[in-house]
Protein backbone atom coordinates (compact mmCIF):
# COMPACT_ATOMS: atom_id res chain seq x y z
CA UNK A 1 0.00 0.00 0.00
CA UNK A 2 1.12 3.07 -1.01
CA UNK A 3 1.78 5.86 1.51
CA UNK A 4 2.60 9.45 2.28
CA UNK A 5 3.95 11.23 5.00
CA UNK A 6 4.09 14.92 4.95
CA UNK A 7 6.03 16.82 7.56
CA UNK A 8 7.90 19.96 8.36
CA UNK A 9 5.31 22.23 8.14
CA UNK A 10 5.38 25.25 11.43
CA UNK A 11 4.40 28.60 12.26
CA UNK A 12 7.25 31.30 10.82
CA UNK A 13 7.40 34.91 10.29
CA UNK A 14 6.75 36.84 7.24
CA UNK A 15 10.08 36.24 5.03
CA UNK A 16 10.85 33.16 6.59
CA UNK A 17 11.57 29.63 5.60
CA UNK A 18 10.47 26.52 5.89
CA UNK A 19 11.28 23.11 4.36
CA UNK A 20 8.68 20.30 4.08
CA UNK A 21 9.50 16.90 3.69
CA UNK A 22 7.24 14.16 1.83
CA UNK A 23 8.12 10.58 2.82
CA UNK A 24 6.59 7.82 0.33
CA UNK A 25 6.91 4.20 1.28
CA UNK A 26 5.03 1.44 -0.43
CA UNK A 27 5.45 1.77 -3.95
CA UNK A 28 6.39 -0.55 -5.97
CA UNK A 29 6.22 1.64 -9.10
CA UNK A 30 8.87 2.22 -11.62
CA UNK A 31 8.70 5.49 -11.91
CA UNK A 32 6.21 8.21 -10.55
CA UNK A 33 5.73 12.22 -9.72
CA UNK A 34 5.30 13.82 -6.82
CA UNK A 35 3.02 16.71 -6.54
CA UNK A 36 2.80 19.22 -3.94
CA UNK A 37 -0.83 20.91 -3.20
CA UNK A 38 -1.94 23.55 -0.47
CA UNK A 39 -5.27 23.94 0.74
CA UNK A 40 -6.51 27.48 2.65
CA UNK A 41 -9.88 27.72 4.30
CA UNK A 42 -12.22 28.35 2.01
CA UNK A 43 -10.44 27.86 -0.85
CA UNK A 44 -9.87 24.99 -3.34
CA UNK A 45 -7.00 23.05 -3.54
CA UNK A 46 -3.89 24.65 -5.13
CA UNK A 47 -1.08 22.93 -7.33
CA UNK A 48 2.46 24.12 -6.50
CA UNK A 49 4.75 22.04 -7.17
CA UNK A 50 5.17 18.81 -8.78
CA UNK A 51 8.45 16.60 -9.63
CA UNK A 52 9.39 13.25 -11.68
CA UNK A 53 11.49 10.78 -9.66
CA UNK A 54 13.67 9.48 -12.22
CA UNK A 55 14.72 12.20 -14.19
CA UNK A 56 14.01 15.02 -11.53
CA UNK A 57 12.12 17.41 -13.81
CA UNK A 58 10.65 19.55 -11.55
CA UNK A 59 7.32 22.19 -12.13
CA UNK A 60 6.01 25.32 -10.28
CA UNK A 61 3.25 27.42 -9.74
CA UNK A 62 3.01 31.05 -11.04
CA UNK A 63 2.92 31.47 -6.80
CA UNK A 64 5.85 29.32 -6.10
CA UNK A 65 8.30 30.06 -9.18
CA UNK A 66 11.55 31.99 -7.55
CA UNK A 67 10.56 31.17 -3.82
CA UNK A 68 9.90 27.52 -3.75
CA UNK A 69 12.21 24.53 -4.80
CA UNK A 70 10.78 20.71 -4.99
CA UNK A 71 13.83 18.20 -4.85
CA UNK A 72 13.84 14.42 -4.47
CA UNK A 73 16.53 12.28 -2.89
CA UNK A 74 15.12 8.21 -4.45
CA UNK A 75 17.74 7.10 -1.83
CA UNK A 76 15.50 7.67 0.92
CA UNK A 77 12.16 8.14 -1.13
CA UNK A 78 11.65 11.79 0.10
CA UNK A 79 10.56 14.59 -1.79
CA UNK A 80 11.42 18.12 -0.49
CA UNK A 81 9.79 21.28 -0.62
CA UNK A 82 12.15 24.57 0.10
CA UNK A 83 9.88 27.35 0.86
CA UNK A 84 11.68 30.77 1.05
CA UNK A 85 10.15 34.52 0.91
CA UNK A 86 7.34 33.18 2.93
CA UNK A 87 3.97 35.75 2.55
CA UNK A 88 1.02 35.52 5.03
CA UNK A 89 -0.85 33.88 1.67
CA UNK A 90 0.95 30.69 2.01
CA UNK A 91 -0.45 29.86 4.96
CA UNK A 92 -2.27 26.89 4.85
CA UNK A 93 -2.45 22.93 4.97
CA UNK A 94 0.21 21.38 2.29
CA UNK A 95 -0.36 17.94 1.05
CA UNK A 96 2.16 15.90 -0.94
CA UNK A 97 0.70 13.45 -3.25
CA UNK A 98 1.81 10.92 -5.93
CA UNK A 99 0.92 10.53 -10.11
CA UNK A 100 1.91 6.78 -10.90
CA UNK A 101 1.48 7.53 -14.58
CA UNK A 102 4.92 9.89 -15.19
CA UNK A 103 6.49 11.80 -16.74
CA UNK A 104 4.25 15.11 -15.76
CA UNK A 105 4.64 18.17 -17.65
CA UNK A 106 3.14 20.29 -15.27
CA UNK A 107 1.64 20.36 -11.95
CA UNK A 108 -1.78 19.75 -13.01
CA UNK A 109 -5.22 19.12 -11.11
CA UNK A 110 -5.68 17.14 -8.12
CA UNK A 111 -7.92 14.57 -9.84
CA UNK A 112 -4.62 13.09 -11.28
CA UNK A 113 -2.83 12.44 -8.58
CA UNK A 114 -3.75 8.74 -6.49
CA UNK A 115 -2.36 9.23 -3.67
CA UNK A 116 -2.05 11.72 -0.78
CA UNK A 117 -0.61 12.09 2.06
CA UNK A 118 -2.25 13.44 5.26
CA UNK A 119 -0.92 17.16 5.03
CA UNK A 120 0.67 19.30 7.10
CA UNK A 121 0.26 23.14 8.20
CA UNK A 122 2.22 25.97 7.28
CA UNK A 123 0.82 29.56 9.29
CA UNK A 124 2.89 32.69 8.02
CA UNK A 125 2.52 35.24 10.72
CA UNK A 126 2.78 39.06 9.62
Known amino acids: EVQLQASGGGLVQVGGSLRLSCAVSGSTFDDYAVGWFRQAPGKDREGISC????????YYSDSAEGRFTISIDNTKNTVYLQMNSLRPEDTAVYHC???????????????????WGQGTQVTVSS
Open 51 to 58: INANDGRA
Open 97 to 115: AMDPRPPRYDVGQPYEYDY
